[in-house]
């Protein structure tokens, strides 16, 4: 329509006075208003969680997507590549398309542009990308501590300067439906990115980087007091009954569901099933990463075989939506902690830490324990450090195949009792350097049981590549535990200084 006919409609002659013609302009303004609304475009972008100085995961398809005019062609270009790749934007304005990525070699920093366009003028470029290893760390307070709350902190934020590892920090969000749109930035790590930023992601990625010598860029995605079942899909809890019953239907028939949902938090917000996947995980599932780490579990400490479950389907249910393959899933052990019982027997928490190692049935996983660096009184423990490095430790050693790496502490491989002693040999890869203790005390938190079922503390000596433990008070043992309790914190090591991994022999039924 031209602006004369528009203009002539709603200006008829008898209006042309000075307030007529203002009048006519307002009515003209208002109705070219609403045909650019009607006719306009989406504007050429990138997905949110691409952005400038980012990593892309080297040596694998990389997918590129974002919005653009409806059904207008999108060039994808990228510094590493001989031809652009073009591909449409759908009815909504959506586009995606994938293009290669190479491998890279070690002490290539080189920084990457990468470019969309859309017609004749429309261009949007990315600047600083690096190509290197992505990982995506997720979890509850342990994962989210910043590097400013942790022990030493200070000093160690100060000396964070690598511009070669990049750090994503997704804001809190939740959502009732999957949403493609996060907030967040990748940035540089320095000395000011990094205090508020995960200190075992930070840590991770850094002993990632100083080992493989190249590009690392890490994500972290999560909240603290967060429940597991915040981060799995209402779908795939609606299609297994058992955490349907569990978690999907209670939440669905209560007055919380029929909430308008926004960003703000709350403690009872975070532990509500799904919502937390939809809002921030759901818009990182079609980036190219190399696998995960979760930190989690003290939001679910009360339960035991169906955390196991749920962690299952949460791992497959990622795998799955990511597209990338049976992703490794790196996880944290939760630490010892006193939940305000001071009663040394008490382990409950024992057998919650037990249902988290039984997530390793499960295929490419693998679990950093917390026993020696944890406080019985602090369920924030401030020694992070060695947390990010032992993920790191499990990542090169799993998979990147650094075989020489040692990345486990002293693990049981049998148990035997003779004259009312336990004797206990572990899998020999397990005990590099040998078996010590960090203060060169003897092993503590071994526990005996006789027929009765009843445990006592027992004293334990490390002999050679065993450990030999025997108790006063019970004659003849048919059980042994080793730091099967709340809040034992271990001195128990190997000589990597990797903590020896809790245990117990018998299979008793917990105490209620």
């Not at 006919?5 to 003209?28: C, K, Q, V, Y």
């Not at 990982?135 to 400013?148: A, E, K, R, T, Y």
């Not at 300067?161 to 009732?176: H, P």
């Amino acid at each position: 329509m031209k602006v004369r006919s528009i203009f002539n409609r709603i200006i008829p002659g008898r209006l042309a006075t000075h307030g007529g013609w203002m009048f006519g302009i307002l009515m003209l303004g208002s109705a070219l208003s609403v045909r650019a609304q009607q006719t306009a475009q989406p504007a050429l972008r990138f997905a949110d969680v691409l952005t400038d100085n980012m990593v892309i995961q080297q040596n694998k398809p990389f997918t590129v997507w974002g919005k653009a005019g409806r059904f207008e062609p999108v060039k994808i270009e990228a510094d590493w590549l001989k031809t652009a790749v073009v591909v449409q934007a759908d009815d909504h304005g959506d586009f995606i398309g994938i293009i290669p990525v190479p491998k890279v070699q070690p002490g290539d920093f080189s920084e990457h542009t990468l470019q969309i366009s859309s017609g004749t003028v429309a261009r949007v470029v990315l600047q600083h990308i690096l190509l290197g290893e992505v990982w995506f760390c997720g979890g509850q307070s342990n994962m989210q501590s910043p590097v400013s709350d942790i022990l030493d902190g200070k000093a160690e934020a100060a000396q964070a300067d690598y511009k070669n590892i990049r750090l994503f920090n997704a804001a809190l969000n939740f959502s009732n439906t999957p949403l493609d749109n996060v907030k967040g930035q990748w940035m540089a790590c320095t000395p000011q990115t990094v205090e508020k930023f995960s200190a075992v992601a930070y840590f991770f990625a850094r002993q990632l980087h100083i080992t493989l010598d190249v590009p690392v860029g890490v994500i972290f995605s999560g909240i603290g007091a967060s429940a597991a079942q915040a981060y799995v899909p209402r779908a795939v809890l609606a299609a297994d009954p058992l955490l349907d019953s569990a978690y999907l239907q209670p939440y669905l028939k209560s007055e919380k569901s029929r909430e308008v949902i926004d960003g703000g938090f709350s403690f009872e917000k975070v532990t509500r099933p799904f919502l937390l996947y939809n809002a921030m995980i759901h818009p990182f599932v079609k980036l190219s990463i190399r696998g995960f780490c979760w930190y989690q579990g003290e939001s679910n400490r009360n339960e035991r075989g169906g955390y196991t479950h749920l962690m299952h389907t949460l791992i497959q249910s990622w795998r799955s939506n990511f597209g990338q393959g049976e992703l490794p899933f790196y996880f944290v052990q939760v630490a010892p902690f006193f939940w305000d019982q001071e009663n040394p027997d008490l382990a409950d928490y024992a057998f919650f830490r037990e249902a988290q190692a039984n997530i390793l049935r499960l295929n490419n996983t693998g679990m950093v324990l917390t026993m020696d660096v944890g406080e019985a009184k602090d369920l924030h423990p401030k020694n992070k450090k060695p947390v990010g490095i032992r993920l790191a430790l499990t990542a090169l050693h799993q998979t990147y195949n650094r075989l020489s790496v040692v990345y486990q502490g002293p693990q049981m491989k049998t148990v035997g009792f003779e004259k009312g002693t336990a004797i206990v040999t572990y899998i020999p890869e397990t005990i590099a350097g040998g078996l010590k203790t960090k203060d060169g005390a003897s092993p503590k938190f071994f526990s005996l049981a006789g027929e009765d079922g009843k445990f006592y503390a027992a004293e334990a000596a490390i002999v050679g590549d065993q450990v030999k433990v025997s108790s006063s008070k019970v004659k003849r043992p048919v059980a042994l535990r080793y730091a099967f309790t709340n809040y034992a914190v271990t001195n128990f090591e190997n000589g990597n200084g990797l903590p020896a991994v809790p245990f117990r022999t018998d299979s008793w039924r917990e105490q209620k």
